[in-house]
């Protein structure tokens, strides 16, 4: 049986264009990822000793962001895309009765508009950057509890704000640290966003599986999107050993 270069090549703007979106989905869900797992990172740490603030912290910071990382990691994020396109898109974006709609934040026509054109790619941006600030969280707070409490207590001393000491001191100590998870992370959101294909969102996935269906045969795009997947999972992670290589020099000067 012979590779059939026919399906790819006449489908490869397709192919091209579910590559991009693959990078686009990607981009887009780290770096919101990223700073969402910091915050629930930061949340998840957040304490007084003593007072309200103790308690407040406790039960209305501490315990909700656990409860939320205990959700998102215990579930499929293949469920997660899922709730998100079937329920919470209906929900915020119905042209009828959605509650932007409702309440007169957008109009009838950009909440159909939204729905139709992007619904796919909103409801998979929006899952996977949920689910992997779940993950990120924990990498986060790893990372800065592995930094000495003594520098922390030394940089309020001085009369620095914890949000200051957490920016200035503790954080870019913590991000070289933090690095090889966080980029383990990126390349398990570049490999996820193909569950996208699922609801209609037009990535690599979905291209191989287009141009499968319309020659009846599945060998040859899965083969060459797992050729690109592999590729693009390369790429990002010879990106990241140069920034810890980077990184390093910067420690040891």
Known sequence: MGFNWEIITEYRPLFVDGAMM???????????GTFWGLLLG????AEAKH???KYALYFFIQWPTRIYVSAFRGTPLFVQIMVAYYIIMPFLLNPRDGILVSDYL??????RFLRTQYG?????????TLNAGAYISEIFRAGIQSIDK?????????GMSYASTMRKVILPQ??????????NNAIAILKDSSLGAAIGLADLAFAARTAGAAY??????YLVISLVYWSMTFLLSLLVRYMEKRLGKSDSH
């Not at 930061?42 to 740490?45: F, H, L, Q, T």
């Not at 009846?216 to 795009?221: G, N, Q, R, V, W």
Request: proline residues 5%; hydrophobic residues 50%; contains cysteine.
């Open 22 to 32: 693959t990078i686009t989905c990607t981009i887009i869900c780290v770096i919101l």
């Open 42 to 45: 930061i949340g998840r740490m």
């Open 51 to 53: 007072g309200f603030w």
């Open 106 to 111: 957008i109009s009838v026509d950009t909440a």
């Open 120 to 128: 796919a790619f909103i409801s998979c941006i929006l899952a996977i």
């Open 150 to 158: 003594g520098q922390l207590e030394a940089a309020r001393s001085l």
């Open 174 to 183: 913590a991000f070289r640290r933090m690095l090889p998870p966080l980029g």
């Open 216 to 221: 009846a045969s599945y060998d040859e795009p």
